[in-house]
């Protein structure tokens, strides 16, 4: 999935973690971070904390990975 904004990001969060079983209460419990958090960074609210939210994704077992965009001629 290509992440575009904060939406996407949230998306694909949210779909890993529905594939793995998770729930949020269970990550929330798992990791210390609040379900209401884990419930913005799902829906794409732009104010979420980056470092927490890199923590979820790898916790969910996802890798990030920031490439360059190949140029057009």
Request: glycine share 8%; proline share 0%; charged share 35%.
């Given at each position: ?5 904060a ?67």
């Amino acid at each position: 999935m290509r992440i575009e904004d904060a939406k996407t990001f949230g998306e694909a969060v949210k779909k890993r973690r529905k594939e793995l079983g998770y729930t949020q209460k269970y990550i929330s419990e798992f990791t210390g971070i609040s379900m209401s958090f884990i419930s913005d960074l799902e829906n794409g609210k732009k104010t979420i904390e980056l470092e927490k939210a890199i923590y979820i994704v790898n916790m969910l077992g996802l890798d990030l990975f920031i490439t360059e965009r190949g140029k057009k001629n």
